[in-house]
């Protein structure tokens, strides 16, 4: 037997295609990514989410000379809104970067572990996270919900 996992995304040629609420969203993102602490990657990343309850939260990526330790811009928005607002769903999430040494131009991929944190973050809210991806310019993504950038994820149900 076979299993087929696939799933769909909007694909926009550029941000000025975005309806007013997503463009916003990005932009606040792409204003934020300049802040970011990437002295080692000199790659700045910024999120900026909406939450249910209509507060907008920001990270961006925080290095450190022992390289590990750093943590990407997903993970710092989680943790702040989790610090903040413990348990509000967050509704959609911008993510973004600017890539001091090369092209920027295409859509901001997280990482796996920044994945994993989202998905649970779904999980822990009971609500999708819609994200909205892009680079300083060119085509942007929107990912209905996190969880499915991650198939057949490891989550609490494992633990069972
Ligand atoms: N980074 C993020 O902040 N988010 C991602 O999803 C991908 C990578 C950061 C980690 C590191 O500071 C730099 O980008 C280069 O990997």
Redesign the pocket.
Known sequence: MIEKYSFEFEVYNSADELQPNDKNLLQLAKDLAPT?Y?P??K???A?AAILQNGEIVKG????NASYPV???????LLGTVGALFPNEPIVTMA?T?DNLNGTSDTP????G??RQALREYETRTHQSIRLILAGKEGKVYIIPKAGMLLPLGFTSDDLK
Not at 60 to 63: A, D
Not at 108 to 111: K, L, R, V, Y
């Open positions: 970011a990437a080692y990657s790659f700045h990343v999120a961006t990526n925080q290095e750093g943590t990407c811009a997903e993970r710092s993510i970067y901001a991929s997280p990482c572990m920044c």
